[in-house]
């Protein structure tokens, strides 16, 4: 039962009354006790009673004192009574929560309500106060209100329990949202109703918009619309403009919203002129080349704050992190507006830490390898944030936050903290099968790019049967030296036996390995070049290809060839593993020297570009190429057919069958069999895809979906085919792509759309472990 303020002071007259008789005359207190106790401590009380022992009182300070506990809002009744000098407290406690119980909520989750609860004073252990119980069921309601549920209904009960505890119970009937019915805007002359209700995420009802919600009325969404109002005339120069009202109307069955809008779009302005006021750190010059408005422009808001964000970045990376930029527009009587640029660059920031959080595998110096701002240095904000993007481009983080704190008690010191979440970084795959004509089937293959949080690349294979077996490792060190130049090995053996399947036109058996060294010339480009070693011998088979056994007659079946290889890549990638924007570029070379049995050369020329199409870059168009050559030298035309590019298959031209594209190799006159492809020695290949986000996924930043459309062929000019294996292969489809715990997933649905008779087509495609 609610108390009226009228009742509460009735009550303490009465306690004071009922004290007069007993505590009349001042005494001095020699003891306190307190009776009624359950819950409630002694110590509590004796520290919320203004009185202590050998205290002289009164029957005025005595009930000054009970006041003062009863405010305590722990109990419901205060008695005094004395025996002797000793003063005696008979209290009786509030109730205290045993439980809470909520059912009936689904758009708001349980979680959100306990925490409302626990802000209004109401949760398990603490005191029962049912007036507070009665606001609570407002406060709820009023949420369900502001969800569009003008139909919701909250009863809030309480169960008295043994013990002087009680259990709190809400039931919620959330009810339906109401469906808007008519959006109205009143006060539009410039732009018509349709195109200002296009920004609007609300809309009226119909069989879509009931579908995806959108005509479901939220006061939250509404106040997003509004704010997309005034920036659409704010972005065109409407510098008065201003919503004047906006009411919303309830039918009586309370199931239709009705919105009126009330506008004044007021004049529009173009720019007068452009001033720069305040503390120019940097030249004038130089921070007005960074101004996107010029004088006639028609005035925008948002040109207006990209500048200012501009001209604070650029202050910022001379060390004034907290620079503040303030664009002010001056209206004039001729629809001109006057806008100035006050520079406020405050003191000048020092870095005195740089903290991880967030990196349990990574070790802290792999990250500190990437940071370009230094501690002890000029805070840059450049600096800063290219940091993080070196450390997103690593490929060992999901996400990669950073803030700059202000260090307390100082003005010219910040910390400057980076939060990463780590992602797989290494792929692990695993087989075992059986063929009848290859028998028992063995392999395992690890690769990781952050060995044991080092930073370092391994990466070691072996696979094993009657027809192949092959081993791999590999090891590189992107910090060589404190400078940036990497150093890597490979190693490799590669036993080829597919005359066992009497499928192969020729055998080839390699060993070999190289060394490399990397060398960055600025933050996005790097040099590669290193040396290498590689014996192949080559063996023909029951049924080898005319080009295989004349090979093999001219040039013999043993080959040391030793090689220099060097790369060339530049690379503005936002990411390492699944980039959203950015360009990269590469180019490699291959040659086996002069003094190796075949004198070759291959040469590879790579582009990938990613464009964002939107602010969250969840759209996002990507373009890649690749173009291949290779040829002899020193008295030789070609290079030799086991080192030709080969194209088809997931990475190339996805709807063709795995290295497939091309001329095929010459049957000898006595088989019979399929021809094998043969390869080429100029590989060229492209495509097209448009990103898009994944549907049901929340987790943009490991996965992704895309509609791609691929283009490639493998040509040789020593070589005359039929010119319809000479044509560029195209297909079209969907593809899916997922960082996972055993390693990159893909698969894609392909459509060859232009294929020929003899081509070897693959409509799905699946991948796991292989690099994006």
């Known amino acids: 039962m609610r108390r009226s303020l009228a009742g509460l002071v009735f009550g303490l007259l009465a306690m004071a009354w009922s004290i007069q008789p007993v505590l009349a005359d001042e005494f001095v207190v020699s003891d306190i006790e307190v009776e009624g106790l359950q819950r409630v401590s002694a110590g509590t009380v004796f520290s919320a009673f203004p009185v202590d022992i050998g205290e002289s009182v009164d029957e005025v300070a005595l009930a000054d004192a009970i006041r003062t506990l009863f405010r305590t809002g722990l109990f419901t009744d205060l008695e005094a009574s004395r025996d002797g000098n000793v003063l005696i407290l008979s209290v009786k406690e509030r109730p205290a929560i045993s439980s809470i119980d909520i059912e009936g909520n689904k758009a708001i989750e349980t979680d959100m309500l306990t925490e409302a609860l626990e802000s209004a004073g109401l949760q398990e252990g603490q005191v029962f106060r049912r007036a507070t119980l009665e606001r609570l069921e407002l406060e709820i309601l009023r949420s369900y209100v502001g969800q569009g549920r003008y139909n919701a209904r909250v009863k809030a009960t309480a169960e008295e329990l043994p013990r ?13 949202v109401a469906a808007i019915q008519h959006i109205n805007i009143i006060g539009n002359e410039d732009f018509s109703d349709d195109t200002l209700l296009d920004l609007f995420e ?42 004047e009202s906006s009411q919303v109307s309830i039918s009586p069955d309370k199931k239709e919203v009705f ?49 200012s964000e501009r001209l604070s970045r650029r202050l910022g990376r001379e060390g004034y992190t907290f620079a503040d930029v303030n664009a ?33 595998s990574t070790r802290d110096e792999v990250l500190r390898q990437e940071m370009t701002q230094m501690e002890g240095g000029v805070a840059s904000t450049d600096r800063i944030e290219f940091s993080k993007t070196r450390l997103e481009r690593l490929g060992f983080f999901k996400t990669v936050d950073v803030e700059t704190q202000p260090v307390p008690g100082t003005d010219d010191l910040v910390d400057v903290n980076y939060s990463v979440e780590e992602q797989p970084t290494g792929s692990l795959s695993a087989s075992v099968g059986f063929s009848q004509v290859s028998g028992i089937i063995l392999g395992a293959n690890i690769s990781e790019n952050n060995f044991f949080g080092s930073g370092k690349r391994v990466s070691v294979g ?37 005359e066992a399947q009497d499928i192969s036109s020729f055998l080839l058996d390699e060993y070999g390995g190289r060394l490399t060294f990397g060398y960055p010339i600025d933050n996005v480009t790097r040099l ?67 003094g190796s049995d075949l004198t070759y050369y291959k040469l590879t020329h790579r582009t990938d570009f990613y464009q964002p199409l939107d602010n969250n870059q969840t759209w996002v168009l ?151």
């Open 164 to 176: 002087n505890r009680v259990a709190v119970r809400l039931k919620i009937n959330e009810g339906n």
């Open 259 to 307: 919105i009126a809008i009330a506008i004044n779009e007021g004049a529009q302005y173009t720019v007068s002129e452009v001033k720069l006021r305040g503390d120019l750190i940097v030249e004038e010059e130089e921070l007005r080349e960074l101004i996107q408005l010029e004088p006639g422009d028609t005035f925008s808001r948002r040109v207006v704050t990209n500048t």
């Open 462 to 498: 072996a696979n094993f049967s009657d027809s192949i077996k092959s081993a791999n490792f590999s090891y590189l060190n992107p910090y060589y030296t404190v400078d940036g130049v990497s150093r890597g090995f490979s190693l490799f053996a590669r036993e080829t036996d597919f």
């Open 622 to 772: 990507r373009a890649r190429s690749e173009v291949g050559y290779g040829g002899g030298y020193n008295g030789r035309d070609v290079m030799p057919f086991y080192e030709h590019f080969f194209a088809g298959g997931y990475g190339s031209v996805r709807g063709y069958r795995a290295n497939s594209l091309g001329a095929l190799a010459t049957n000898a006159p006595n088989d019979f069999s399929d021809p094998d492809p043969f390869g080429g020695s100029v590989l060229t290949e492209g495509g097209l895809e448009l990103i898009f986000p994944t549907p049901f996924a929340g987790d943009t930043r490991s996965m992704r979906t895309a509609f791609f459309v691929d283009a490639g062929q493998v040509f040789d000019p020593e070589r005359d085919f039929d010119p319809a294996f000479d044509e560029v292969r195209l297909s079209a489809g969907i593809g899916f792509q997922w960082i996972t715990a055993v390693g990159p997933l893909a698969f894609s649905l392909a459509k060859p759309l232009n294929d020929q008779s003899g081509d070897d087509t693959q409509v799905f495609q699946f991948s796991l472990g292989q690099s994006f």
């Open 328 to 360: 002010i527009p001056e209206p004039d009587e001729d629809n001109t507006a006057t806008v100035t640029f006050f520079v406020e660059p405050g003191k000048r920031a020092y870095v005195r830490r740089i903290n991880f959080e967030g990196n349990v």
């Open 202 to 243: 609300l809309q009226t009802s119909n069989l879509w918009t009931s579908i995806t919600s959108a005509d479901k009325y939220a006061r939250e969404r509404l106040s997003g619309d509004l704010e997309s109002l005034r920036s659409f005339y704010l972005d065109r120069g409407y510098l008065n403009f201003s919503v």
């Open 528 to 594: 590669n070049f290193g040396v290498g070693y590689t014996l192949s011998k080559i063996k023909a088979g029951t049924f080898s290809a005319l080009e295989v056994t004349e090979f093999i007659d001219e040039e013999g079946d043993r080959f040391d060839n030793f090689f220099l290889n060097g790369s060339w890549r530049r690379s503005t990638l936002n990411r390492g593993v699944l980039p959203t924007d950015g360009f990269s570029h590469s180019l490699s070379g291959d040659i086996a020297v002069p």
